[in-house]
Every structure is written in C-alpha cells, then in structure tokens.
C-alpha cells in the first residue's frame, strides 16, 4: 500500500460534525436513565474515536480498555486474539462500547458476549463506520458512517499496523 495513493473517504470535518452530533445523541439517550456511564474502548482501532467521542459526551463518562484482534492484512481471520480484559466489574453499570468499524461483526459479538456475562445494566454500541456488505445482526445505536467494501485505513484504522495516525478516514483504489 503506497501513502501517496490514500483517497479521502471522510475527510476530518466530516467526523468532527459527526462526534458532536453522535455526543449529543448520546448524552440524550443516558440523560434520563443516568448520570455516569462506562464507555468502553476496543483497542487498537478505536483510540482515536473514543478520544475524540468521549469529549462530546455530557456527563461524567469512566474509562475503560479492552484489547482483541482478528485481522491480517484486508482480511479477518475469523478467530478473535484476545490480549487484554477488562479488570473493573461492570456490574449494574451503563456500558458504551465504542468501536472504529463494524465489519463482519465478528469481534464485537465476541466482545458483547463477554460484557453481558457481567450482567451490565444495559450495553449499547456507538462505531463511527458500518459496513454495509455484511448481515451482522447487530444493533448499531450510534452509528456514524455507513459504507459500502471499502477496506478502510487511518484515524485509528491500520494495515498491518500501518497508517492509524492518518487523521482522515481513506482508502486505497
Ligand atoms: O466486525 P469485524 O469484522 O470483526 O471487524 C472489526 C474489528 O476489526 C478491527 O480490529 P482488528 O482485529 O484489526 O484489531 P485492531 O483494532 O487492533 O486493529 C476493528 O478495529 C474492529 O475491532
Ligand atoms: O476496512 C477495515 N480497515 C481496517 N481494519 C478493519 N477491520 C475490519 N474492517 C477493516
């Protein structure tokens, strides 16, 4: 993959209109039920959206990490590599969790299913991009971006590591 080839998919205005707009979404939704949430952020992919997201929330929003990956080069190797959990409890805890794509869904109903084992008081998921190519089933309530097979790279996104601190989301032709 050659840097000088990357295209502009969404441009770095794009997603800041998008995560005010998603934050205040967000805050609308919890608002009522509560004052406090845990918003859960899957690494790698997702640093830079969970940054960028958390501030736009109006509340007091706790931090937590969780480390999993399947993909080698565009592809998802169907097996979830699990490097980190969770240490705190997430008992009786309103939880977002915040991802950078869902793609095949694969990881995050790993990652839910885990959550609910839990028992949390409620999950929801806010993911700035969706592709659209895959029936995954899951309920995106945030979601940012709906795109179509495009393998995606920067603003947290990588090939084989590379690229994730291209501040736009892009693509290679
Ligand atoms: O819906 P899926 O097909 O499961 O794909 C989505 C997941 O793939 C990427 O993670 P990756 O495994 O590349 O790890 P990373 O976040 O460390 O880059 C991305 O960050 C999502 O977590
Ligand atoms: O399009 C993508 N780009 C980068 N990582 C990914 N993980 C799943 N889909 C993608």
């Given at each position: 993959?050659?840097?000088?080839?990357?295209?502009v998919?969404?441009?770095e205005?794009?997603?800041d209109?998008?995560?005010?707009?998603?934050?205040?979404?967000?805050?609308?939704?919890?608002?009522?039920?509560?004052?406090?949430?845990?918003?859960?952020?899957?690494l790698?992919?997702?640093i830079?959206?969970?940054?960028?997201?958390?501030?736009?929330i109006?509340?007091?929003?706790?931090?937590n990490?969780?480390?999993?990956?399947?993909y080698?080069?565009?592809?998802t190797?169907?097996?979830?590599?699990?490097k980190?959990?969770?240490?705190?409890?997430?008992?009786?805890?309103?939880?977002?969790?915040?991802?950078?794509?869902?793609?095949?869904?694969?990881?995050?109903?790993?990652?839910?299913?885990y959550?609910?084992?839990?028992?949390?008081?409620?999950?929801?998921v806010?993911?700035?991009v969706?592709?659209?190519?895959?029936e995954?089933?899951?309920?995106?309530?945030f979601?940012?971006f709906?795109?179509g097979?495009y393998?995606?790279?920067?603003?947290?996104?990588?090939?084989?590591?590379?690229y994730?601190?291209i501040p736009?989301?892009?693509?290679?032709e």
């Amino acid at each position: 993959m050659d840097i000088e080839n990357i295209k502009v998919l969404i441009s770095e205005e794009e997603l800041d209109n998008k995560i005010r707009e998603l934050g205040k979404n967000i805050t609308q939704h919890y608002k009522p039920m509560t004052d406090e949430i845990v918003a859960i952020c899957v690494l790698k992919g997702s640093i830079n959206f969970f940054s960028d997201l958390v501030k736009r929330i109006d509340m007091n929003v706790f931090y937590n990490f969780i480390q999993v990956s399947s993909y080698s080069g565009t592809n998802t190797t169907g097996k979830i590599k699990v490097k980190s959990w969770l240490e705190e409890s997430l008992e009786g805890k309103h939880v977002l969790i915040v991802e950078d794509i869902v793609d095949t869904g694969n990881t995050l109903k790993y990652v839910i299913k885990y959550i609910e084992r839990q028992k949390p008081a409620s999950i929801e998921v806010a993911s700035i991009v969706v592709k659209d190519v895959h029936e995954h089933g899951i309920d995106v309530k945030f979601p940012g971006f709906t795109i179509g097979d495009y393998f995606i790279i920067g603003y947290g996104l990588d090939y084989d590591q590379s690229y994730r601190n291209i501040p736009f989301i892009g693509y290679v032709e």
